[in-house]
């Protein structure tokens, strides 16, 4: 289940992705696979070979991506999650959330 986001934010995240762009989404969630993970991080792109390329310079492989056909993307989580964040530059992500 996701939570702490806003519609408006998850649309905007959809239309990025249909568009073809590397887009970003940080939500609190629970699941009950992950006990100790409480936010994930989706990184769509409707474009897979990108999104691939995108994921090979963090060392993501192509089959963890989750291949929903509306909106392809990576579910990060943990230290590889804050790790990319960081790298990519969204700080904001890392402070909303605490991570």
Do not use: S
């Amino acid at each position: 289940m996701a939570f702490g986001i806003k519609r408006q934010e998850v649309n905007e995240w959809k239309r990025r992705v249909k568009l073809g762009e590397i887009a970003f989404l940080t939500h609190f969630w629970i699941d009950d696979r992950f006990p100790d993970v409480k936010t994930v991080t989706k990184v769509g792109c409707m474009d897979l070979h990108k999104l691939t390329e995108w994921g090979k310079q963090y060392g993501l492989k192509p089959h963890w991506i989750h291949n929903d056909p509306r909106f392809p993307h990576f579910d990060l989580m943990g230290e590889t999650q804050k790790k990319i964040l960081k790298k990519e530059g969204l700080h904001d992500h890392i402070e909303r959330f605490n991570l």
